[in-house]
């Protein structure tokens, strides 16, 4: 099956870089029964491994599921905390886990109104969507200090991380 998409030039980012601190912020935070709001310090806290924060399209998109496929076969969840984030609910959040047969090892922050993506300089417009912002899809592997030890933001959409580059960080 051959799909039929524009692809969007997004230009650079103004992202935080490798070796500063990640903003910090408390959104609800899905986990296998319900969510809560945590924030992402008290993840990156209370974690033995490195903690992989994804920044993916809204849940139901095309890449998100592509995303959450790659990141789900590859395991990365034996090497590091890894914890997602859309402008998905968490119902959405909690259908997107269970689709994936992931709810036990992954879990997924709800960010409706995208301030999470403006507070990282990665907030886009939805194309073909007025008024709808997302994030941009980047990954960030953090220190438990949320320090950032790799990043990656797409220059445009749709855009996949190199899962391979991603991996050697954990």
């Known amino acids: 099956m051959e799909l039929e998409f524009d692809v969007i030039d997004l230009g650079p980012a103004d992202a935080p870089a490798e070796g500063e601190q990640a903003p910090d912020f408390t959104r609800p935070l899905v986990n296998d029964e319900y969510w809560e709001d945590v924030a992402l310090s008290d993840v990156c806290e209370a974690s033995d491994d490195p903690v992989v924060l994804v920044f993916h ?13 790659e990141i789900r ?10 914890v997602g984030l859309s402008i998905s609910t968490p119902y959405a959040h909690t259908d997107l886990l269970d689709e994936r047969g992931i709810a036990d090892d ?12 403006e507070q990282y300089g990665i907030a886009m417009e939805t194309d073909g969507m007025a008024g709808i912002e997302e994030p941009r899809p980047a990954v960030f592997v953090l220190g438990d200090d949320r320090r950032i030890e790799y990043a990656w933001v797409g220059e445009e959409w749709p855009s996949f991380p190199d899962y391979d580059v991603v991996e050697a960080q954990l």
């Open 73 to 82: 076969d590859r395991a990365w969840h034996e090497s590091a905390t890894v």
């Open 106 to 117: 992954y879990r997924l922050y709800s960010d409706p109104g995208n301030g999470v993506a």
């Open 57 to 69: 399209p809204m849940d139901g998109a095309f890449p998100a599921t592509y995303v959450w496929n």
